[in-house]
T-cell receptor, first 113, second 112 residues
């Protein structure tokens, strides 16, 4: 199993550009989520999904969209990038809520100029 | 407001000693509390989970305690090794939703 994969690993955007961060898992997990990690702030939940076709907002959803058309994939879209979205983004998955282990991807380091 | 606080200072200990990390929370009703390890440039890796009705959980050299009255979890690494040097994160999952809330982490350095 590849686990949770994320692409790209690094990305530089200009203010106002849009892009999609890709996340895929091959463990047949129902629950998937996106976090951002900023110095001194810890991991903060952006959006999550409890299954294909079901998504919901987390703590910091503004400026981001998600969709979950398949169990495997959970892309995160930045609609119009802003410097405040400079961060490291992690995707995670688990079998279901309360199942314990969240498996994290390697992260995407995004810089918005 | 809701807060999850971990040791604010980095923790340095001698090899072989027991490292104790704290996680305090306010205004949450956690169903589960988890501990993760994160190495520089990598995603967090799950270590242990403890449920609200459990007092203690062990896994090899790791031990987690959970006191819902004190609103605190302690994470212990016994017989610490330099390879244990990393940042350790605690995370809560609440009864009321599908969301996880993370602390800011504690950086642990084990000195040979």
């Amino acid at each position: 199993n590849a686990g949770v994969t994320q692409t790209p690993k690094f990305q530089v955007l200009k203010t106002g550009q849009s892009m999609t961060l890709q996340c895929a898992q091959d463990m047949n997990h129902e629950y998937m989520s996106w976090y951002r990690q900023d110095p001194g702030m810890g991991l903060r939940l952006i959006h999550y999904s409890v299954g294909a076709g079901i998504t919901d907002q987390g703590e910091v959803p503004n400026g981001y969209n998600v969709s979950r058309s398949t169990t495997e994939d959970f892309p995160l879209r930045l609609l119009s990038a802003a410097p405040s979205q400079t961060s490291v983004y992690f995707c995670a998955s688990s079998y279901y809520r309360g199942a314990g282990t969240q498996y994290f991807g390697p992260g995407t380091r995004l810089t918005v100029l | 407001s809701q807060k999850i606080e971990q040791n604010s200072e980095a923790l340095n200990i001698q090899e072989g000693k027991t490292a104790t990390l704290t996680c305090n929370y306010t205004n949450y009703s956690p169903a589960y509390l988890q501990w993760y390890r994160q190495d520089p440039g990598r995603g967090p890796v799950f270590l242990l989970l403890i449920r609200e009705n459990e007092k203690e959980k062990r896994k090899e050299r790791l031990k987690v305690t959970f006191d819902t009255t004190l609103k605190q979890s302690l994470f212990h690494i016994t017989a610490s090794q330099p390879a244990d040097s990393a940042t350790y994160l605690c995370a809560l999952e609440t009864n009321t939703g599908n969301q996880f809330y993370f602390g800011t982490g504690t950086s642990l350095t084990v000195i040979p």
